[in-house]
Every structure is written in structure tokens, then in C-alpha cells.
């Protein structure tokens, strides 16, 4: 078994503290990594100001050039970054597979921005009232220190919509990346520094959110906290961070209606896609389906009859389509609430059985409105089926919830998909797919529950920089 050691201001440091990276199929130990302390922690810190100050040093084009650099590097390392994202977090290799070419996509998306969004502006000056004779220009500056806060279930892309943005920005970094998943946290800070990174500006700290994430987040020496995870660590993040410039993705219970006029087939086949890819482990997984009543009974009868054609299994068989779930404790909090549904009066109409880590697609209807399944992020692979008289009650059902990340609709007709864009309080609707749907380079993120800002490099980089204006008296 191979040890890690945590990388601190460009350097590879073992520690004392060991944290044990499982398999999260078999339950095999897959790596030791050494974990942060309060000394590792103090000295990124000391490290991480310096590495801002490198950063600034660098002009446009040296940044770009290290994005470009990484870009070609991760291309080059695909395959072994694809078996570590697959092994540590349980999804599948070939959505592994798919990570790392999202995760090159964001690279390149990251050095567009650094040319086109970090650009200033002429300002108008002598059209203000007060402004005759003058001439003014507004410039992006790097804001400072960036501590990049990371899930299991993206360990690398969405790592990369952070650090991206971050270098493009001319800010220096700081990741802690989920313990489940620190070795492929540790590749990527491994992957900067060869790509030209300063030492100084790169530390990869693995470790527990109290023990790592908490100081860092409330010290005064970081300037951008950028977070993804759970409401109430985000919540407790934003409350010890303070006076910073602070971003949250803190996921959803996402949901689709489809319409009488969709095309079922192709409804039925994005929402299995959506609702069980990587176990439903996603942030935008499909969790609630709405179906209008003329239409119901066939869509039901194409989601069971796609979903029973699923492969559960080992995530690194190239012919399994659903990994194991990352623990065996999530898998159990999932059956608690699938079986308090049943208690309620929730019917399994599939699936619904675990075995370990391994958790059946599951499918549910008659689930009453205040279980867990409807009012919660399952984080599973479970969708919850409910018929709708009309459109507006599905749309309605859609919103019905205090998340507000992503939803989905299917429908021909525009002015209904028109009227879920502008009733839905949510980042996103994506007409004819589901709410999992996300390109790299669109505005990502979510309201109320689901967090703060936007990721997407053009979009991360307004939470990580300042602008500074530049008046001139032309007398």
C-alpha cells in the first residue's frame, strides 16, 4: 500500500497524523496519506501569503501558460488519475474517465478567462458630473489567498473549477480536499507544481473539515473561501470565515416534471442517467420525478424497465454502470429513510436493498411529502415518482422545496419550460434533460439552501478578485 505525503508550500511532507484512504467496494485500505496539524496548517499559512506575492509577480501569459501546461500534463496522466478518482471514490471508470476530460475542459476554461475576464475596462469618467477632464480604467486584481474546500464525489473537476480560476485570478492556494478522496487532492497539487506553479503558492492539506478546514476558513490570512459539500458545514464555514469573499455549492434535492408532449423515451432515459450516476452521489441527482397523468403509467414502466437493465458492481469493471456508495454509513442512513417512507406509506417499486456498499437503484412512489426522501438531499440512488394533474402543479412541485440548485423539464411546448425558468427559484432549468445536466464553461450554483456565487472559471473568478480603479486628471 503506497503512502502519500501531504504536499506544504510545493514540498512533500510525511506527518505524524495518518488518514487511511479506503476502497470503498471492497473496503480495502487503497493508500495512507499524511494528515495536517496545527504546524502544517500555521506553516501553509506563512507560505501561502509569499505565494500570493508570486502570483502577482506573474504576468497574464505565465499564468496562462501553467494552466496550459497542467491542461497538457492531466492529458498525459489521464489513465492514473482516472483509476485513483475510481478506486477512492467508488464512481465508475468510465465516469472517472469522464472527470478527467471535464477536468481538462476546465483547465482551458480557466486560461480563456485569465486572458478575457482579468482585463480591465475604460470607464466613462467624464460623463459624471464631477468628471470633466478626466479619464478613468477598472482593473481585476487577485484578491489573495484562496482556501479550496472540496467533496469526495468530483475530487478532481470540481477541485478544478477552484484552483482554475484561482491561478487564473493571480491567486496563490490552499486545498483541502475530502479525506475520502486526498490521493487524487494530492496528484493534482503534484500536476500544478510540475506545470510551473511556485512553490510557495501550491498546499495540499488533507485532514478532517474541524481540524483543517475550520482554521483555515476563519484565519485573516486567507481572502477567498470557495466550498463544496453539505448546508450546514457551508453554513458553519461561512459564519467562522468572517469579512471574506466566500462561495458555497451546498447541493440539492433536484427534481424533473415531465409534461404529456415530452418524448418519454428520451425523458426516461436522462432521469435513470440523472438519477443514479455515481450512486446518485452528485449534487444535481436526480431525486424527485413529476409526471404529468396522461402520461404517467408508460413513463413509470420506462424508467423500471431501463433501470433493471443496470449493472451494479466493482466500479473499476469496465461494464458496471453503478459503483458502490462511499461509506457503508451512507449507505445505512439511506435505508433508514427508505424504510421510516415505507413505514409511511411509500411503496419500493424497485430496488430499495443494499448489500454493504452496494445500494440497488431504487425507484418509490406514494411517498408522503414530508419524508426525508422528498424534503432532504438523499445523496443516493434513489428517485421518488409522483403523478401531477397539470403543468403548473408540476412546475409548482418542482420549486416545492428549499434547495434551489438545479431542475429539469421535459416538454415541446416553450411557453410551459419558458414558465418553469421564470417561476423557479433555482442556479439552472435545463429544458429536455435533467437538473444533473452542467457544462463546465456555464454559471453553476445554486440559491437559498444551495449556496452562494457561481462557479464556471469566467464566473469564479468575480469571488476571487477586486477591482481597483485608476482616475487620471488630464490637466
Known sequence: MRRYPLILAGKEVTTEKELIVYNPYNGNEFAIVSGAGGNEI??????????????????????????EKARELLGQRGEEFAVTISTESGKTIREARSEVARAQETLRLSAIAAEEYMAGQVLPVDAALNGKDKWGFAQR?????????????????????????????GNSFILKPAPATSVTGL?????????????????????????????????????VVTFTGSPPVGLKL???????????????????YVHEDADLMRAANRTILGGFSLAGQVCISTQRVYIH??????????????????KIGNQLDETTDIGPMITEAAADRIEEWIS?????????????????????PTILADVPKDSDLVQKEVFGPVLVVEKVDSAEDGIRAV???????????????IHIARKAFEKLDVGGVIVNDVPTWRADLMPYGGNRLSGLGREGPRYAIEHMTVWKTFIVNKE
Request: overall charge negative; hydrophobic content about 45%.
Open 238 to 256: 461561512a459564519k467562522v470565515a468572517g469579512m471574506k469573499l466566500f462561495a458555497s455549492e451546498l447541493g440539492s434535492n433536484s427534481a424533473v
Open 293 to 310: 397523468k396522461n402520461v404517467f403509467d408508460q413513463m413509470l414502466d420506462l424508467l423500471l424497465t431501463g433501470t433493471r437493465a443496470l
Open 187 to 223: 496528484l493534482l497539487g503534484k500536476l500544478m507544481l510540475d506545470a510551473g506553479m511556485p512553490p510557495n503558492a501550491v498546499s495540499i492539506l488533507p485532514g478532517l473539515g474541524p481540524e483543517v478546514g475550520e482554521p483555515l476558513a476563519q484565519d485573516g490570512r486567507i481572502k
Open 42 to 67: 500555521e506553516s501553509a499559512l506563512q507560505a501561502t501569503v509569499a505565494g500570493f506575492e508570486d502570483m502577482k509577480a506573474l504576468d497574464t501569459r505565465a499564468r496562462v501558460q501553467i494552466l
Open 340 to 360: 421510516k417512507a415505507v413505514d409511511d406509506g411509500a411503496r419500493i417499486l424497485l430496488g430499495g436493498k443494499r448489500e454493504k456498499t452496494l445500494f440497488e
Open 399 to 413: 420549486g416545492d422545496t428549499d434547495y434551489g440548485l438545479h431542475a429539469g423539464i421535459f416538454t415541446s411546448d
Open 141 to 169: 486584481f487577485g484578491a489573495g489567498p484562496v482556501l479550496a474546500i472540496t467533496p469526495f464525489n468530483f475530487p478532481l473537476n470540481l477541485a478544478m473549477h477552484k484552483i482554475g480560476p484561482a491561478i487564473a485570478a
